[in-house]
């Protein structure tokens, strides 16, 4: 009986590995699941994409899994290098995160000359270089709507890639500046004059006090108008 234990316990040990594999969660599908919900996540982004995928430990501890759920943690990028969330939808309802690197080759917005703190900027100041987005910051610029017409926050050198927070949106509502009120609603528009108590770059709320001294809100658009909506 003791040599029948003794046997039994080598066997075990000799074959712990395929055992411990049949018992472990197979990374390729894992991998696969991830492959297929990248493919869909990186159709909105510019350029020509490609995706390296880390590697799910072949040790693992994680029970088998038939069904997955790929998702981008809270506060996680785009692209470059992060991290997905795959969740197992069966019974044992394992997480894990699994790096991943995510490479968007694309034009990107360059400073063309010098532009000066303050300046507008217009089409001719801007350029495009190719380059892997992944490699700059994340708020890179890509869309030359996205800077003409903004001003500067600071000086900025020929060839500088152009990131958000380099420019600044134009106040088309300026403090203390008479601006023309435009309310509407169902079946009705009115028009009328007041004066901004703040400061207002397009889309952000503005008040102003009308003649009569009451004090609305209402959302800056360009050319001095504050919209207010019922």
């Known amino acids: 009986m003791l040599r029948k234990i003794a046997n039994?316990?080598?066997?075990?040990?000799?074959?712990s590995v395929s055992c411990n594999l049949i018992a472990q969660q197979d990374p390729a599908p894992v991998k696969k699941a991830i492959e297929?919900?990248?493919?869909?996540?990186?159709?909105?982004?510019?350029?020509?994409?490609?995706?390296?995928?880390?590697?799910?430990d072949p040790g693992n501890q994680l029970a088998p899994c038939n069904s997955f759920d790929?998702?981008?943690?809270?506060?996680?990028?785009?692209?470059?290098?992060?991290?997905?969330?795959?969740?197992?939808?069966d019974a044992s309802g394992w997480r894990v995160y699994v790096p991943v690197h995510i490479r968007v080759k694309a034009d990107y917005l360059i400073s063309a000359r010098p532009i000066a703190q303050g300046q507008i900027v217009a089409a001719n100041d801007l350029a495009t270089q190719w380059g892997d987005l992944s490699d700059l910051p994340a708020n890179i610029l890509t869309d030359a709507s996205l800077a003409v017409g903004k001003a500067a926050a600071t000086s900025i050198p020929a060839?500088?890639?152009?990131?958000?927070?380099?420019?600044?949106?134009?106040?088309?509502?300026r403090q203390n500046q008479t601006v023309r009120v435009v309310s509407s609603g169902p079946g009705f528009a009115v028009s009328n004059e007041g004066r901004a108590l703040n400061?207002?770059?397009?889309?952000?709320?503005?008040?102003v006090r009308l003649g009569n001294g009451q004090v609305i809100s209402g959302i800056a658009k360009a050319g001095g108008t504050v919209e207010v909506s019922y």
């Open 159 to 173: 060839g500088r890639p152009l990131r958000t927070d380099m420019l600044k949106a134009l106040w088309v509502v």
């Open 70 to 89: 790929v998702s981008r943690p809270p506060g996680a990028q785009a692209w470059g290098r992060t991290n997905v969330m795959v969740r197992c939808l």
């Open 8 to 15: 039994a316990s080598v066997f075990c040990l000799l074959t």
């Open 36 to 56: 297929s919900w990248l493919k869909v996540q990186s159709k909105g982004l510019p350029g020509q994409v490609s995706v390296e995928i880390g590697n799910l």
């Open 199 to 207: 400061n207002a770059v397009e889309g952000q709320v503005a008040q």
